[in-house]
């Protein structure tokens, strides 16, 4: 594995930042016209039926019940779960909320993987980063607004919701980690299938009574760019960065997911960024930073 030198890699790791970042006001739009939990069966299932196809150009999808339940694992965790509460979720917060939100993604990861993934430690460095960044996820919610949560508050239940799909995706992360070896795009695709095997029901008996309306053109248009963008297109990226350049480089995207979210959702959305929002996400890319051993490191420039 190299450090990312490699310019290419540098080029697709901006592009998995720009997706990653644009694919929640992409669920803004799309929840114009679907409700939450079909939102995110039919994503799903629409990036089940161009994966499960591509996986046999790859020899098919993989044989042995112990991959099969690793791959149910990951359907659960980093799928199914984490697409419906961030849809959920976005019906209540705005898409920079939501990416700044999905930044706690790797503090989350320093105590369940010290907690799950043996050999893992969680260093003093990494617990002043989980502080820092524990301290932007108040500031983020809001001290007044949390306060409200015993009364209920619409708005505190979304920003659990998003932080809660960051726990599924870390999980989601580790089961991948633990699983037997096969071939990534096959194993992605079985995850793909069984997770949207999962949500269709669930979104049929949730949601959807009598023949559903037509959703809006918009909405559906977002619909198929999420499907994919965000889950088909950034997945091959990803998986070409992990192979050349592997998990630490990879990482770097964090540090951008949230920045772009925020950007695009004020210039497509018109969504205000406000003061607390831009403190919020200085503190936990801070404590991010911590965690990982970045700050005072040189990395190589884009």
């Known amino acids: 594995m190299n450090d990312g030198g490699d310019w290419r890699n540098w080029v697709r790791l901006a592009t998995l930042g720009l997706i990653w970042g644009g694919s929640f006001p992409l669920v803004e739009v799309a929840l114009e016209g679907f409700a939450p939990m079909t939102l995110a069966a039919t994503r799903l299932g629409l990036a089940a039926l161009m994966l499960v ?77 989980l502080g820092i960044g524990f301290i932007g996820v108040l500031v983020l919610i809001g001290f007044e607004t949390l306060a409200q949560l015993g009364g209920g508050s619409v708005e505190v239940l979304g920003q659990l919701a998003c932080l809660a799909a960051t726990v599924c995706y870390v999980l989601g992360s580790i089961t991948i980690k633990r699983a037997p070896p096969a071939h990534p795009i096959a194993f992605a695709a079985t995850a793909m299938l069984l997770a949207a095997l999962i949500a269709i029901p669930v979104a049929y008996w949730i949601e959807i009574e009598g023949v559903p309306a037509l959703p809006s053109a918009k909405a559906s248009a977002a619909m198929v760019v999420l499907a994919l963008g965000p889950t088909v297109i950034a997945l091959m990226l990803m998986l070409k960065v992990l192979s050349t350049a592997g998990p630490p480089f990879l990482s770097l995207v964090n540090y951008q997911v949230p920045v772009w979210a925020t950007v695009f959702g004020a210039l497509f959305l018109g969504e205000k960024i406000e003061p607390r929002l831009a403190v919020a996400l200085v503190l936990i890319l801070i404590g991010v930073a911590i965690s990982q051993g970045r700050l005072g490191r040189r990395s190589a420039p884009l």
Do not use: C, D, K
Request: glycine letters at 12%.
């Open 53 to 129: 196809p591509l996986s046999f150009f790859y020899g098919g999808l993989p044989r042995g019940a112990r991959v099969w339940v690793y791959a149910l694992g990951v359907a659960i965790f980093a799928n199914a779960l984490p697409f419906s509460l961030l849809s959920w979720g976005q019906t209540y917060v705005t898409a920079g909320v939501a990416g700044v939100a999905m930044a706690v993604m790797p503090l989350m990861a320093l105590p369940l993987s010290h907690l799950l993934v043996p050999g893992e430690r969680m260093s003093a460095r990494g617990m002043l980063g």
